[in-house]
């Protein structure tokens, strides 16, 4: 895999490596220089070398080591797409695949390889995505995931009327699950509803969404764990949710298209 946009100071010179190709090209003196990586380039989770001293080769490529730290049940370039009907798609809506397909072609063509397994569950709450998620990250082996949950939690009697309720508790056992596994978690934000679809998309609804949605960006900052604010994006987009939306919960082609850029954007970006 590379990792483009990363600077690298190699002695008195310094550069960014390529979207394309991954690398840097530098004008170097034959002789010991320092070599290091600025940590602020990087994205989420990775690491660079520590800094070190090496005399270049007269010609050609040297490899520069940017790792991340997956224990034994991760492996890195696999993306473990975690959810429910949002993250599952719906048949008929753009190519079937939610944002499973976006998301992969453009971490392909960013890192050179990737492989985002869709693992939603149609109509599922949190406290099923806690139960199964074991089992989800044996199977898939995935170095990171991307876990939106919550959504359903609202059709609970427990849940309705006291926010949080089990939903933050349960993503941060999803968090944790992920963390000791050896993996690495991104956990998003809940959809707004759109309520001239659907009596089910209600104001009430939304209230209760923006609430969880508080809940959830404290307990990132507390869990160390990357927020992708799937939230914030739909709200900022030019587009009307008329357009965002297939029906009053589910993302239209362009709005998947919208989900798809934005965990890209919190997978590649440094934090």
Known sequence: MRIP????????????TAVLTGMATFDALQTAQSLSVNPATLPPYHRGPETTTLTPPLSGTFNVPITLLVGSGGTPGVYLAFGDSITNGQAFVGDGQGYIGLLERQLTAHFGKARVIS???????SERGLSRLPDSL???RPGLTLILYGTNDWADSRCTFSPPCFTIENLRSMVRTVKGRGGFPF???????DVNNDFR???QRNTWIETQNVFIRQMAVEEDVVLVDLHGAFERA????????HDYIHPSPSGYQLVAQTWFNAITKPR
């Open 119 to 125: 693992d939603g569950l149609d109509s599922s709450n």
């Open 238 to 245: 030019p587009l009307q949710y008329s357009q965002l939306f």
């Open 201 to 203: 998309g209600s104001p």
């Open 187 to 193: 956990l998003a934000t809940l959809l707004m509803t």
């Open 138 to 140: 044996a199977g898939g």
């Open 5 to 16: 946009g990363v600077e690298i100071s190699f002695g008195a010179a310094s550069g960014r």
